[in-house]
């Protein structure tokens, strides 16, 4: 057998290994003996015996054992000199200098997990805060990014913005030294209450996700909570194209609780007018805005209640050059072009014809393509009837050209009629020289009849002269008729110089004093 001793005394680690090794009586040391077998023969080689001693030293500084005056003793790790302890209560000074210390907040602890800080696990969420009591009140105002299309085919717009809630729900209030918020991420809004807005008349919307959701909460230590998101919304705009292109359209977003009724829960606007907010360089190509404004009121429905439900109206007023280069200025010299045909000699019947098809074609052509981009609506827009009576105008020219046409047919027939019988008369009264005329004439003329020009003017109306010469010859001839008939159809065209571009003139002016 063989024993070996410990040393408990309280003290260096030098000071209690002597002990330990020559332990004498009546010293501030104080030693138990440990025994441990060693076999049965009693020898035990002394590298044995260290080994023991240094485990039996181990397991006791690990155990926390105390000695009997009550002390602790201590493992070797934690024995540390004077010098070891002076230099950490300088760093430690030096780390807690003003200018990095800041005084500890549960809301910026490393560490505390926020639905612990905020006791969600402690609540039921799926309840509106105060439930049982009165409404909640949810403040709202929005951000308005952009207006991004108007299509008055579909009668709809497409806003971009930055949609905001405020309320108060007494179950997310915290302690805060100094009264600072917290903000997380879309992660916390599934686990609390929010309210559950909506777009009425919206044909859809997203909450932008790139590169994560788009969604702030912020939660204030007396519970006060804000709840921002990012949403593009395609809402409906019901049109009144009577006026189009020169209309203007107040287009509305309406914002409501899809679930609460207002006494649940009452919308507003937080602070008005002032509640909505544009960003100054939103432009349109079409339109120019000329006013945002908000206004609240309820809506009914049968089945489940009055709702509280908020808007969001602008004004818009459209662009006219864009239609005056693309439809106006194109009818317009679509008539001016129809009117040349009055100049036009009316025996010119290729020149004349196609002029006034291409101008009704062309016109047509306007026509189709401004309807071909607008909805279907049942009643007539301003710039329909500005293409509609551009083209009466177009096509009356080419009424016109043939009215002048028929009569000057009709005066032909009967001036060859005239013609024959005047021959048969003056051939027998004077022979030579009705042969000698009637060579010269020319019987497929309808003007001049081979007469050339003097001072560089036709004689159009022989026929009528040589009537009244041949008067006095063979008597008194009837020719005034003709010769009225004559002059009616150059009337036609001389007239139309003067009717046709006034009327079309008069016409613009009612129609820009009452549309503009």
């Known amino acids: 057998m063989y024993s070996f001793s410990l040393c408990l005394r309280r003290g260096t680690c030098a000071e209690r290994a002597s002990c330990a090794q020559q332990p004498t009586p009546g010293a501030a040391c104080c030693c138990e003996t440990v025994w441990g077998g060693l076999g049965t023969e009693g020898t035990m080689h002394t590298d044995v015996v260290l080994i023991n001693l240094v485990l039996v030293l181990w397991m006791l500084g690990v155990s926390g054992m105390t000695s009997p005056r009550g002390q602790t003793l201590e493992p070797h790790r934690h024995c540390r000199s004077k010098r070891e302890m002076s230099l950490m209560q300088e760093s430690g000074r030096k780390i807690g200098s003003p200018i990095f210390k800041r005084s500890p907040d549960m809301t910026k602890a ?8 905020l006791r969600i696990d402690d609540h039921d969420f799926t309840m509106r805060p105060g439930f049982g009591g009165p409404a909640v009140p949810v403040g709202v ?31 997310l209030s915290f302690r805060s030294n100094k009264n600072q918020s917290m903000t997380f991420d879309g992660r916390l809004v599934k686990k609390i209450w929010v309210p559950d807005m909506f777009f009425v008349h919206s044909k859809k919307s ?88 908000t206004t609240s009121r309820l809506a009914f429905y ?30 317009t010299l679509m008539v001016m072009l129809s009117w040349v045909s009055f100049w036009i000699d009316r025996r010119a019947v290729p020149a004349r014809v196609p002029l006034g098809i291409t101008t009704v074609l ?20 301003a710039v329909d009837i500005y293409l509609w009576v551009s083209f009466v105008f177009v096509f009356l020219s080419v009424i016109e050209y ?28 004077h022979p030579g020289m009705m042969s000698v005329s009637y060579s010269e004439m020319d019987v497929n003329t309808t003007g001049n ?23 006095q010859v063979t008597g008194h001839v009837n020719s005034g008729s003709y010769s009225d008939a004559w002059i009616d159809t150059h009337v036609i065209d001389k007239y139309s110089r003067v009717i046709f571009p006034g009327s079309y003139i008069l016409f613009n002016i009612i129609y820009w004093s009452i549309y503009s």
Not at 449 to 471: C, F, H, S, W
Request: proline share 2%; hydrophobic share 35%.
């Open 110 to 117: 490393w560490g505390t997990k926020s639905e612990q800080l």
């Open 141 to 171: 105002d929005v951000q308005v990014e952009s207006l991004d299309a108007i299509s008055e085919v579909d009668m709809d717009f497409t806003m971009t913005l930055y949609l905001r809630h405020y309320w108060k729900d007494e179950r």
């Open 206 to 293: 997203f909450t932008h996700d790139t590169t994560t959701d788009n969604v702030m909460l912020r939660v204030y230590p007396d519970g006060k909570v804000l709840y921002s998101l990012r949403v593009t919304v395609t809402s409906m705009c019901s049109m009144d194209l009577s006026r189009f292109p020169l209309d203007t359209q107040t287009c509305s977003l309406e914002i409501e609780s899809y679930a609460y009724t207002d006494d649940d829960l009452m919308l507003y606007w937080k602070e008005g007018n002032r509640s909505l907010n544009t960003d100054e360089r939103i432009s349109l190509s079409q339109f120019l805005i000329q006013e945002f404004h």
């Open 302 to 331: 049968s089945s489940t209640g009055w709702y509280n439900r908020l808007y969001i109206n602008f004004t818009l007023r459209r662009h006219i050059f864009f239609f005056l280069l693309q439809t106006y200025f194109p009818a």
């Open 362 to 381: 062309t016109m047509s052509t306007i026509i189709t393509g401004v309807n071909a981009s607008m909805p279907r609506v049942s009643y007539i827009k």
């Open 402 to 429: 043939a009215a002048v046409n028929y009569l000057s047919t009709l005066q032909e027939r009967k001036e060859r009629k005239l013609r024959e019988r005047l021959l048969c008369t003056c051939g027998m009264s």
């Open 449 to 471: 009849y081979g007469i050339p020009e003097e001072n560089g003017v036709k004689r159009e109306r022989m026929l009528v002269q040589l009537a009244m010469g041949t008067d």
